[in-house]
């Protein structure tokens, strides 16, 4: 049984033409593509657009490149037990079918970045360690939707907002980092009312990744499991708005703040 339905679907030209201007191939750095995804064979049907971030080949490990350029995944002892009825996986292959075939296009390792579908434009199809944290620390589902699960959505405003807007927060990061370690005293102040900015917006943000599957999760920086001593629930949400604009103010959250 081959490990994944392959099925090739034509990108639509005037939505390549929009995430290319977005995000153009290059070999300097990475770039993003269109992908259809029908799913699994052994699996009911994922049938929704992937968006792949393509990494040029200097920018990929040697070890990886090393398996992109070998026989396909399908041929290093992965495979689908029909008894056990589960996927068996060789613990030294670190691709995918998906990105053998991509490197074989376009010289670069594809991996899934962001799954179109829903009403929100989409979402990332994993969240880094951090946003993990902090999505679990509002009390939200720390990861995000099945591909699937979902309505089907096409490539369209929303998905480039969505896009627009990671981007920007990235770059907003990254500068930030920057500056901490250039600056100075008179900066000081300025630089963290960015940063309160910047971890306002993210919340923010992660929070709407995932309102399609936790549309009535209070959206508070509270622990998840935190133990309720009551059912005070006007108490409860003082208490997540007080966690949560200390969190955007310092960066931190505070234990007994989690406590409800």
Sequence with gaps: MPLRNLTKKDVPLAWEKRLAEFSPPTDRFSWLRLVWE??????GAVDRW?????????AVDEAIIEQLEMPPPSEMGNYYDTVLG??????????????WHLWRETKCWGRPFWVI????????????????KFLKLAGLPA????????????FDDRVMAQLEAYDLMRGVHGSL???????NKANAIRQE??????????????????????????KGLMGMDAPRRDLDVKKMHRMQEEAEQSFIETGRTNGHLLTL
């Design 38 to 43: 029908a799913g699994h064979p052994w699996e």
């Design 50 to 58: 992937f968006i792949y971030q393509m990494i040029p080949a200097k």
């Design 86 to 99: 589960e996927f068996v996986r060789n613990p030294d292959c670190m691709i995918t079918e998906r990105a």
């Design 117 to 132: 579908q829903g009403t929100k434009g989409g979402h990332k199809r994993w969240f880094s360690t951090l946003e993990s």
């Design 143 to 154: 990861d995000p939707p099945i591909p699937g699960d979902l309505p089907y959505a096409p």
């Design 177 to 183: 980092k920057r500056n901490k370690h250039l600056g």
């Design 193 to 218: 009312r960015q940063e309160q900015e910047f971890r306002e917006e993210l919340v923010k943000w992660l929070a709407c990744q995932v309102e399609e599957i936790a549309p009535d999760v209070t």
